[in-house]
T-cell receptor, first 116, second 108 residues
Framework: GAVVSQHPSWVICKSGTSVKIECRSL??????MFWYRQFPKQSLMLMAT?????????EQGVEKDKFLINHASLTLSTLTVTSAHPEDSSFYIC????????????FGPGTRLTVL | AQRVTQPEKLLSVFKGAPVELKCNYS??????LFWYVQYSRQRLQLLLR??SRESIKGFTADLNKGETSFHLKKPFAQEEDSAMYYC??????????FGQGTRLTINP
């Protein structure tokens, strides 16, 4: 089956630093990747849609200068949280949709970010 | 606007009992509805989608456009069904909108 990985699985950083999270499709090519954020005991909220080779489309209320998304290849998308603050602490999940014609999204295991 | 409502945050039933997880949606167009499941310490995975009309792990869900609902049902719950269940809607641009989720616990 289609597998999506995320790295790191958890990260702790100091306030003001930047953190990069990687999302990889391991056994398929992903034209589109999605980034979600999940607060404790809440649902997944879509942050942005990332298409390979083009700029990401951000959801309303998501700061594109704070959450930098790069989708440089068909197997890798990165989310960089710039100048992180404690309120950015959350669970970040990516999903990927392949090129095979199937429209199913395959989800990564998530990355827990804690900003001190 | 797209919205998905799962009214029950927690649902607990006994093994062998029927289970129904409720999902209502709001969308002006023709939606695609999905149920995703997240078992303990595992990633989110697709359980079923309304267009396939399949029964997966004994679960079924019927799209009721009149009631704008997509409830998930299983006639006889099993302990391994304990998990977090999310109802999701896809309107345009391949974007998924998720409900708040229902934590299902099957008691032995």
């Amino acid at each position: 089956g289609a597998v999506v990985s995320q790295h790191p699985s958890w990260v702790i950083c100091k306030s003001g630093t930047s953190v990069k999270i990687e999302c990889r499709s391991l056994d398929f090519q992903a034209t589109t990747m999605f980034w979600y954020r999940q607060f404790p005991k809440q649902s997944l909220m879509l942050m942005a849609t990332s298409n390979e080779g083009s700029k990401a489309t951000y959801e309303q209320g998501v700061e594109k200068d704070k959450f930098l998304i790069n989708h440089a290849s068909l197997t890798l998308s990165t989310l960089t949280v710039t100048s992180a603050h404690p309120e950015d602490s959350s669970f970040y999940i990516c999903s990927a949709m392949g090129t095979s014609g199937s429209d199913e999204q395959f989800f990564g295991p998530g990355t827990r970010l804690t900003v001190l | 606007a797209q919205r998905v409502t799962q009214p029950e945050k927690l649902l607990s039933v006994f093994k062998g009992a029927p289970v129904e997880l409720k999902c209502n949606y709001s969308y002006s167009g023709s939606p695609e509805l999905f149920w995703y499941v997240q078992y303990s310490r595992q990633r989110l995975q697709l359980l079923l989608r309304h267009i396939s009309r399949e029964s997966i792990k004994g679960f079924t869900a019927d799209l009721n456009k009149g009631e704008t609902s997509f409830h998930l049902k299983k006639p006889f719950a099993q302990e391994e069904d304990s998990a977090m269940y999310y109802c999701a809607l896809r309107g345009g641009a391949q974007k998924l909108v998720f409900g708040q989720g229902t934590r299902l616990t099957i008691n032995p």
